[in-house]
Nanobody, 126 residues
Framework: QVQMVESGGGLVQPGGSLRLSCAAS????????MGWFRQAPGKEREFVAA????????YYADSVKGRFTISRDVAKNTVYLQMNSLKPEDTALYYC???????????????????WGQGTQVTVSS
């Protein structure tokens, strides 16, 4: 079982930055791929970014490519999402998720993931 707790959300002006953190429990954390998803009111949950178990491979949605960076610190059992140049359309509840036996062709599919955090709210507004 893996439990995850997200933090770092908040209110930021357009063009600003935030760094989200996802602290995970469990000794096998380093073998799982990790992803970030988001869900805005009235919209479906969408893929944002993912990182392989070893951290050597990263994946991004086109909408955030070049602005967001996913990383992980295996020693701290933590995954990060650095978000720069934020836009109002980035406003959403952001979730981190763990993928036990990742098939990287399916890395952006939310129902492939096995464990989810409770989410942290990001609001981009002036």
């Amino acid at each position: 079982q893996v439990q995850m707790v997200e933090s770092g959300g908040g209110l930021v002006q357009p063009g600003g930055s935030l760094r989200l953190s996802c602290a995970a429990s469990g000794r096998t954390f380093s073998t799982y791929a990790m992803g970030w998803f988001r869900q805005a009111p009235g919209k479906e949950r969408e893929f944002v970014a993912a990182i392989s178990g070893g951290g050597s491979s990263t994946y991004y949605a086109d909408s955030v490519k070049g602005r967001f960076t996913i990383s992980r610190d295996v020693a701290k059992n933590t995954v990060y999402l650095q978000m720069n140049s934020l836009k109002p359309e980035d406003t959403a509840l952001y979730y981190c998720a763990a993928y036990k036996f990742p098939r990287y062709s399916r890395i952006s599919t939310s129902n492939e993931y096995d464990y989810w955090g409770q989410g942290t709210q990001v609001t981009v507004s002036s």
